[in-house]
Every structure is written in structure tokens, then in C-alpha cells.
């Protein structure tokens, strides 16, 4: 074979060699390519859902801090109701202080459905302490029927109650703000 072909052939083989490193050279491309792609997009995904878990947080917080405040605020309506209703106990108006006291009742009742919907699972638990402990007030009180006089016993088992009541109710002003200041970290 004579050194022309032979060069020839040379050349041919190294265009071959050069050419299949070069598709090599980009097969490796396309798939790095794609795998950045591939993180790139996972990245954004996880972003998108840390970003709306920190939107979900931000909301329930709201939602909670909102129905908390609702709940002290009736609540400290009856507080207010019941502080009537003891001090007028018993008197000639104490019967329509109790029905005023049911009425702040009924509203506090119908807010601490926002707090059994936005929990958590203590703050339930709280609430419906409150409420059990509001009813016991509500129920010493009315233990003296239409008597002008209560007897000293009676009197004592309102003042027990009352103090029961209002320590539930600190108590979940307490709970309240613990859940909102951890749902902050």
C-alpha cells in the first residue's frame, strides 16, 4: 500500500476518533444537562412547598390568634356577667344577672367552636375546661333557688367556683399565647 492511502486511512481514523468523542462528548453533555435540570427543578419544587408551608403556618396563626382572642374577649364578658350576677347574690335583680350571664354563656359557647376547629389539641382541652368550670359557677348560683338569703356554705361553693373559673381562663390565656409565640420559631 503505498503512503498516500496509508495516510489516508490515518486521517480517516482519527476524523472517526475525533467524531466519536465528540458525540461521546455530548451524549455526556445532554445527560449533565439533564440532571441539572432534573436537581434544578426539584429545588424549585421544595421551594414551592416551603414556601407554602410558611404561607399554611402564617395563616393558621392568624386564624388561631383571632379565635383565641374572640374566646377572651366572651370570656371576660362573663366574667363580667357572673362578677354581677355573685355581687347581686342575693338580691332582687340576681335571677335577671343570670339571665344575662346565660346570654354571655351562649356567645362564649358558640366561639369556642373556632378554637375546637383551630386547636391544637390542648388549647381544646383548655376551652372546654373553661366552659365545664363556667357551667359549675352557673349552676352554684343558681343552687339557692329564690331564697333572699344564701347560707354561708352556699356562699363559699360560689366563691370556690368563681375562683376555679377564673383560673381556667388565665390558664388558656396562657395556653394561647404559648401556641402563638411557638408557632413564631
Do not use: C
Amino acid at each position: 500500500m503505498d503512503q498516500g492511502v496509508a495516510a489516508l486511512i490515518a486521517g480517516l481514523a482519527g476524523m472517526a476518533g475525533a467524531l466519536g468523542g465528540a458525540v461521546a462528548g455530548a451524549i455526556g453533555a445532554v445527560r449533565g444537562a439533564k440532571v441539572g435540570a432534573e436537581k434544578t427543578a426539584e429545588a424549585t419544587r421544595q421551594q414551592v412547598k416551603d414556601q407554602a408551608l410558611a404561607e399554611h403556618g402564617h395563616w393558621l396563626r392568624e386564624q388561631r390568634q383571632a379565635a383565641y382572642s374572640a374566646f377572651i374577649a366572651a370570656n371576660q364578658a362573663v366574667e363580667r356577667a357572673a362578677d354581677t350576677a355573685i355581687r347581686n347574690t342575693p338580691g332582687p335583680h340576681w335571677r335577671s344577672e343570670l339571665e344575662s350571664l346565660g346570654q354571655a354563656i351562649d356567645e362564649l359557647n358558640n366561639v369556642s367552636s373556632q378554637v375546637a376547629v383551630l386547636g391544637p389539641t390542648n388549647m381544646i382541652e383548655l376551652s372546654g375546661r373553661v366552659f365545664h368550670k363556667l357551667l359549675r359557677l352557673r349552676a352554684t348560683l343558681g343552687e339557692g333557688g329564690d331564697a333572699v338569703d344564701f347560707t354561708q356554705d352556699h356562699q363559699d361553693r360560689i366563691d370556690e367556683s368563681w375562683d376555679e373559673f377564673v383560673e381556667t381562663g388565665h390558664l388558656f390565656q396562657e395556653g394561647a399565647r404559648r401556641v402563638l409565640v411557638s408557632q413564631l420559631e
